[in-house]
């Protein structure tokens, strides 16, 4: 499968913006999929995810209230809402996805296969 992330941009802190990951090459509905970030100078880390066809989600403590990642399979589409957005989430947004993740590791990078290029969210306080 290939995912292409997009949304990304520069928003005022208390702003939103809603990222997209787009798959193409596979049946979507059989992936997990999530959302990892990178600030420069840390390490990448997990900020939401969600299940196949039960929908299940998970999110970062941080971000848990202010984000939603839900999805839309007949799209092949994995959203993330984001909320009463901080400087301190700015980062490179990726989005991962991968049949074969249990639920245990849906946190774990090295869990997934497959990887979109990252949109730059950059938040101005």
């Known amino acids: 499968v290939q995912l292409q992330a997009s949304g990304g941009g520069l928003v005022q802190a208390g702003g939103s913006l809603r990222l997209s990951c787009e798959a193409s090459?596979?049946?979507?509905?059989?992936?997990?999929v999530a959302w990892f970030r990178q600030a420069p100078g840390k390490e990448r880390e997990f900020v939401a995810g969600?299940?196949?066809?039960?929908?299940?989600?998970s999110y970062e403590d941080s971000v848990k209230g202010r984000f939603a990642i839900s999805r839309d399979n007949a799209q092949n589409t994995v959203y993330l809402q984001m909320n009463s957005l901080k400087p301190e989430d700015t980062a490179v947004y990726y989005c991962?996805?991968?049949?074969?993740?249990?639920?245990?590791?849906?946190?774990?990078?090295?869990?997934?296969?497959?990887w979109g290029q990252g949109t730059l969210v950059t938040v101005s306080s």
């Open positions: 991962a996805a991968d049949r074969g993740v249990i639920a245990s590791s849906t946190r774990d990078s090295r869990a997934y296969d497959f």
């Open positions: 090459g596979d049946t979507f509905k059989w992936y997990v």
């Open positions: 969600i299940r196949r066809n039960s929908g299940f989600t």
